[in-house]
């Protein structure tokens, strides 16, 4: 049996599209298609279903799924423990973080990271908290990083370091918020026109849920504008265009600058954790090391909001 033409096959079982196999494989779809051909003409087994619609596995493929899962285990449990041997740690380690993790957690560590682990290869790519659980699932990455309060029960899920979101405006006289008021209360949050990330994004999932754990209806926020980056947000505040809710880690610059300043809610904290997410049977040593090295580093630096 060819390991690649299983590969192919148990990814086509999980995605149920040739198309999303191909590209996952970086093949073309035809040379997909001919490796399954060629799996089933080596097994004499019919493995899947066809329809102009999807790809279901037959009785045949549900049996061969079940053992190229733990073959496919196995593999990366070899390699973990022959990775161990080595008196250096190398490898590969493909990471996705989300904005405010990407842009404004990970860089120092990472840094830090590659000066304790040389012959570790990493990247870093910057999605939302949806995209990235995506990319995880595909085994595109190693390592997912997270803001989002979601659950998610396929894959294991560590708290790494508190965060808190505040209330920012700017401090330019078009701001929408007068200079002298220094707090709001709660519902007059919905008197201001506010800038938000995008559906989907670990931030806006967090405020989301914080309003509606506090009675508040996200709904009635008076959302002018939508963007997917934190530096374009922070932009569009300075100018004076609204507000924004933002993890304070993303403001410290602008906090010491004086073009930002932070508004309390009253009564009300917006309290989060940033989460590692992966599935621990499919973690490679490189993945592993660096979660335990993120793990102490914050626990060393009592990085605590």
């Known amino acids: 049996m060819n390991l690649e033409h299983l590969r192919a096959f148990y990814i086509l079982a999980d995605h149920q599209s040739f198309s999303e196999t191909a590209k996952i ?43 190229a899962d733990q073959i496919f285990s196995l593999v990366k449990q070899t390699e973990k423990e022959l990775d161990s041997l080595s008196e250096t740690i190398h490898g590969d380690l493909d990471i996705g973080a989300s904005l405010t993790i990407g842009e404004h957690i990970l860089p120092y560590v990472l840094g830090q990271f590659r000066k304790e682990y040389p012959n570790i290869q990493m990247k870093l790519k ?41 209330v920012t405006t700017g401090t330019s006289a078009s701001s929408p918020v007068p200079p002298q008021k220094q707090t709001i ?22 405020v989301e849920q ?3 754990n506090n009675g508040l209806y996200p709904e009635k926020l008076d959302v002018i504008m939508e963007l997917e980056h934190t530096e374009s947000i922070k932009s569009a505040v300075e100018s004076g265009l609204g507000i924004m809710i933002i993890s304070r880690n993303a403001i410290q610059k602008e906090l010491e600058l004086g073009t930002l300043r932070e508004i309390p809610i009253n009564g009300i904290r917006l309290r989060r954790f940033f989460y590692a997410v992966y599935s621990k049977d499919k973690l490679t040593l490189p993945g592993e090391t660096f979660l335990s090295f993120i793990q102490n580093y914050y626990l060393n630096e009592k990085f605590q909001l």
């Open 25 to 67: 494989l970086h093949l073309a779809q035809p040379t997909v298609s001919m490796q399954i051909k060629h799996l089933e003409q080596s097994l004499e087994a019919t493995l899947f279903e066809r329809t102009t619609k999807s790809v279901k596995l037959t009785p045949s493929g549900e049996i061969l799924y079940k053992y």
């Open 126 to 166: 910057v999605y939302n908290s949806e995209q990235i659980m995506e990319h995880l699932g595909n085994d595109d990455i190693d390592l997912g990083f997270i803001e989002s309060t979601k659950s998610y029960p396929d894959y294991d899920q560590l708290a790494f370091l508190e965060d808190e979101l505040v």
């Open 185 to 206: 209360a709660p519902e007059e949050l919905f008197e201001f026109p506010i800038i938000m990330r995008e559906p989907g994004s670990g931030t806006r999932q967090v």
């Open 210 to 212: 914080h309003l509606k």
